[in-house]
Protein backbone atom coordinates (compact mmCIF):
# COMPACT_ATOMS: atom_id res chain seq x y z
CA UNK A 1 0.00 0.00 0.00
CA UNK A 2 0.61 3.61 -0.43
CA UNK A 3 3.31 4.54 2.71
CA UNK A 4 3.79 8.55 3.17
CA UNK A 5 5.38 9.79 6.72
CA UNK A 6 7.46 12.26 8.40
CA UNK A 7 10.86 12.06 9.49
CA UNK A 8 9.99 13.61 13.02
CA UNK A 9 7.12 14.02 15.24
CA UNK A 10 7.77 17.66 17.00
CA UNK A 11 9.83 20.45 16.05
CA UNK A 12 10.33 23.38 18.52
CA UNK A 13 11.81 26.50 16.63
CA UNK A 14 12.30 29.84 18.17
CA UNK A 15 10.52 32.72 17.01
CA UNK A 16 11.93 34.15 13.98
CA UNK A 17 14.44 31.48 13.09
CA UNK A 18 13.55 28.78 9.90
CA UNK A 19 11.84 25.94 10.51
CA UNK A 20 12.14 23.10 7.83
CA UNK A 21 9.86 19.83 8.32
CA UNK A 22 10.83 16.87 6.36
CA UNK A 23 8.59 13.99 4.76
CA UNK A 24 9.19 10.67 3.22
CA UNK A 25 6.93 9.17 0.63
CA UNK A 26 7.09 5.44 -0.93
CA UNK A 27 5.15 5.34 -4.25
CA UNK A 28 7.61 6.24 -6.85
CA UNK A 29 4.65 7.18 -9.18
CA UNK A 30 3.39 10.06 -7.26
CA UNK A 31 3.43 12.91 -8.77
CA UNK A 32 1.54 16.02 -6.92
CA UNK A 33 2.40 16.91 -3.80
CA UNK A 34 0.67 19.21 -0.88
CA UNK A 35 1.66 20.40 2.37
CA UNK A 36 -1.24 21.50 4.90
CA UNK A 37 -1.44 22.72 8.00
CA UNK A 38 -3.75 21.93 10.28
CA UNK A 39 -4.41 24.00 13.98
CA UNK A 40 -6.22 22.26 16.53
CA UNK A 41 -10.13 21.78 16.24
CA UNK A 42 -9.75 22.55 12.39
CA UNK A 43 -9.38 21.14 8.70
CA UNK A 44 -6.31 21.40 7.25
CA UNK A 45 -5.64 24.27 5.23
CA UNK A 46 -3.67 24.22 2.02
CA UNK A 47 -0.33 25.87 2.18
CA UNK A 48 1.58 25.02 -1.14
CA UNK A 49 1.87 22.28 -4.02
CA UNK A 50 4.30 20.72 -6.09
CA UNK A 51 4.53 18.64 -9.50
CA UNK A 52 6.89 15.96 -9.63
CA UNK A 53 8.07 18.18 -12.74
CA UNK A 54 9.48 20.52 -10.13
CA UNK A 55 12.36 20.46 -7.66
CA UNK A 56 10.92 23.22 -5.65
CA UNK A 57 8.53 25.87 -5.17
CA UNK A 58 8.32 28.85 -3.74
CA UNK A 59 5.09 30.75 -1.67
CA UNK A 60 4.68 33.36 0.68
CA UNK A 61 7.45 32.36 3.56
CA UNK A 62 7.43 29.03 2.45
CA UNK A 63 9.58 26.56 0.07
CA UNK A 64 8.52 23.46 -0.48
CA UNK A 65 11.53 20.89 -1.69
CA UNK A 66 11.33 17.80 -4.00
CA UNK A 67 13.48 15.00 -4.25
CA UNK A 68 12.27 12.64 -6.57
CA UNK A 69 15.79 10.45 -5.91
CA UNK A 70 15.21 9.55 -2.76
CA UNK A 71 11.39 10.41 -3.00
CA UNK A 72 11.52 13.01 -0.32
CA UNK A 73 9.83 16.49 0.16
CA UNK A 74 10.50 19.16 2.63
CA UNK A 75 8.38 22.36 3.61
CA UNK A 76 10.87 25.19 4.43
CA UNK A 77 9.20 28.17 6.75
CA UNK A 78 11.19 31.48 6.93
CA UNK A 79 11.23 33.60 9.47
CA UNK A 80 8.37 31.28 11.84
CA UNK A 81 6.47 33.10 13.86
CA UNK A 82 3.53 31.99 16.69
CA UNK A 83 0.97 32.04 14.48
CA UNK A 84 3.17 29.15 12.45
CA UNK A 85 2.44 26.45 15.60
CA UNK A 86 0.04 23.79 14.19
CA UNK A 87 0.46 20.60 12.63
CA UNK A 88 1.85 19.87 9.47
CA UNK A 89 1.34 17.13 7.09
CA UNK A 90 2.31 16.17 3.56
CA UNK A 91 -0.12 14.31 0.88
CA UNK A 92 0.72 13.02 -2.38
CA UNK A 93 -1.11 11.40 -5.56
CA UNK A 94 -0.74 9.91 -8.62
CA UNK A 95 -2.32 9.27 -11.55
CA UNK A 96 -2.57 5.56 -10.97
CA UNK A 97 -4.57 6.56 -7.92
CA UNK A 98 -7.25 8.79 -9.08
CA UNK A 99 -7.68 11.87 -7.06
CA UNK A 100 -7.65 9.94 -3.53
CA UNK A 101 -4.36 12.04 -1.63
CA UNK A 102 -2.56 9.66 1.25
CA UNK A 103 -1.43 12.13 3.98
CA UNK A 104 1.79 11.72 6.47
CA UNK A 105 1.37 11.38 10.36
CA UNK A 106 2.26 15.01 10.62
CA UNK A 107 4.76 17.34 12.35
CA UNK A 108 3.76 19.21 15.32
CA UNK A 109 5.59 22.44 15.28
CA UNK A 110 5.70 24.57 17.83
CA UNK A 111 7.43 28.51 18.01
CA UNK A 112 8.58 29.38 20.72
CA UNK A 113 8.49 33.63 21.35
CA UNK B 1 -12.65 33.95 0.36
CA UNK B 2 -15.31 30.60 -0.68
CA UNK B 3 -15.13 28.03 2.17
CA UNK B 4 -16.31 24.28 2.65
CA UNK B 5 -19.07 24.32 5.18
CA UNK B 6 -19.99 21.26 7.57
CA UNK B 7 -22.84 20.73 10.00
CA UNK B 8 -22.90 20.09 12.71
CA UNK B 9 -19.70 20.55 14.39
CA UNK B 10 -20.02 17.90 16.73
CA UNK B 11 -21.93 15.37 16.94
CA UNK B 12 -23.08 12.69 19.63
CA UNK B 13 -24.74 9.40 18.98
CA UNK B 14 -25.48 5.88 20.47
CA UNK B 15 -23.97 2.96 18.96
CA UNK B 16 -25.86 1.56 16.68
CA UNK B 17 -27.90 4.92 15.26
CA UNK B 18 -27.66 6.27 11.87
CA UNK B 19 -26.24 9.67 11.53
CA UNK B 20 -25.70 11.63 8.86
CA UNK B 21 -22.95 14.61 8.15
CA UNK B 22 -23.78 17.37 5.84
CA UNK B 23 -21.25 19.53 3.44
CA UNK B 24 -21.48 22.30 1.56
CA UNK B 25 -18.85 22.23 -1.24
CA UNK B 26 -17.45 25.32 -3.16
CA UNK B 27 -20.28 26.21 -5.47
CA UNK B 28 -18.08 25.97 -8.82
CA UNK B 29 -16.00 22.44 -7.48
CA UNK B 30 -16.81 19.38 -9.61
CA UNK B 31 -15.28 16.82 -7.21
CA UNK B 32 -15.97 15.94 -3.20
CA UNK B 33 -14.31 13.98 -1.02
CA UNK B 34 -14.87 12.98 2.03
CA UNK B 35 -11.90 12.19 4.84
CA UNK B 36 -11.44 11.13 8.18
CA UNK B 37 -9.36 11.35 11.03
CA UNK B 38 -9.12 9.46 14.05
CA UNK B 39 -8.05 11.22 16.92
CA UNK B 40 -4.09 11.20 17.10
CA UNK B 41 -3.85 9.73 13.84
CA UNK B 42 -3.64 10.40 10.09
CA UNK B 43 -6.10 11.79 7.52
CA UNK B 44 -7.67 8.93 5.90
CA UNK B 45 -9.71 9.02 2.89
CA UNK B 46 -12.88 7.06 2.51
CA UNK B 47 -14.84 8.33 -0.80
CA UNK B 48 -14.78 10.94 -3.74
CA UNK B 49 -17.46 11.79 -5.90
CA UNK B 50 -17.99 13.47 -9.35
CA UNK B 51 -20.51 13.44 -11.71
CA UNK B 52 -23.08 12.41 -8.74
CA UNK B 53 -21.19 9.01 -8.22
CA UNK B 54 -18.79 7.47 -6.28
CA UNK B 55 -15.92 7.38 -8.18
CA UNK B 56 -13.51 6.15 -5.72
CA UNK B 57 -13.69 4.55 -2.07
CA UNK B 58 -11.41 2.97 -0.05
CA UNK B 59 -11.36 -0.15 2.45
CA UNK B 60 -12.92 2.67 5.15
CA UNK B 61 -15.30 2.88 3.56
CA UNK B 62 -17.83 -0.19 3.42
CA UNK B 63 -21.95 -0.79 3.39
CA UNK B 64 -21.98 0.68 6.71
CA UNK B 65 -20.99 4.16 4.72
CA UNK B 66 -22.80 5.94 1.76
CA UNK B 67 -22.93 9.59 0.32
CA UNK B 68 -25.41 11.54 -1.65
CA UNK B 69 -25.48 14.81 -2.95
CA UNK B 70 -29.41 15.79 -3.09
CA UNK B 71 -28.88 18.97 -4.33
CA UNK B 72 -27.15 21.46 -5.95
CA UNK B 73 -25.41 22.29 -2.82
CA UNK B 74 -25.43 19.50 -0.02
CA UNK B 75 -23.23 17.01 -0.35
CA UNK B 76 -24.19 14.20 2.95
CA UNK B 77 -22.23 11.17 4.23
CA UNK B 78 -24.47 9.03 6.37
CA UNK B 79 -22.86 6.09 9.06
CA UNK B 80 -25.69 3.71 9.43
CA UNK B 81 -25.74 1.75 12.51
CA UNK B 82 -22.96 3.48 14.21
CA UNK B 83 -19.65 1.83 16.19
CA UNK B 84 -17.17 2.94 19.01
CA UNK B 85 -14.85 3.02 16.45
CA UNK B 86 -16.12 5.16 14.18
CA UNK B 87 -15.65 8.17 16.65
CA UNK B 88 -12.93 10.59 14.55
CA UNK B 89 -13.16 13.95 12.64
CA UNK B 90 -14.87 13.49 9.63
CA UNK B 91 -13.87 16.18 7.29
CA UNK B 92 -15.35 17.22 3.54
CA UNK B 93 -13.42 18.65 0.94
CA UNK B 94 -14.02 20.06 -2.61
CA UNK B 95 -11.76 20.27 -5.65
CA UNK B 96 -11.99 21.57 -8.72
CA UNK B 97 -9.69 19.03 -9.93
CA UNK B 98 -6.74 19.37 -7.65
CA UNK B 99 -5.77 21.09 -4.69
CA UNK B 100 -8.39 20.59 -2.25
CA UNK B 101 -10.41 22.85 0.29
CA UNK B 102 -11.16 21.28 3.55
CA UNK B 103 -13.79 22.05 5.87
CA UNK B 104 -13.44 22.37 9.52
CA UNK B 105 -14.94 19.25 10.04
CA UNK B 106 -17.67 17.41 11.95
CA UNK B 107 -16.58 15.60 15.23
CA UNK B 108 -18.67 12.65 15.61
CA UNK B 109 -18.58 10.82 19.07
CA UNK B 110 -20.11 7.51 19.36
CA UNK B 111 -21.19 6.64 22.86
Known amino acids: GESVGLHLPTLSVQEGDNSIINCAYS??????FIWYKQESGKGPQFIID?????DKRQGQRVTVLLNKTVKHLSLQIAATQPGDSAVYFC????????????FGTGTSLTVIP | EPEVTQTPSHQVTQMGQEVILRCVPI?????FYWYRQILGQKVEFLVS????????KSEIFDDQFSVERPDGSNFTLKIRSTKLEDSAMYFC?????????FGSGTRLTVV
Open chain 2, 49 to 56: FYNNEISE
Open chain 2, 27 to 31: SNHLY
Open chain 1, 27 to 32: NSASDY
Open chain 1, 50 to 54: IRSNM
Open chain 2, 93 to 101: ASSEGEGYT
Open chain 1, 91 to 102: AETSSNTGNQFY
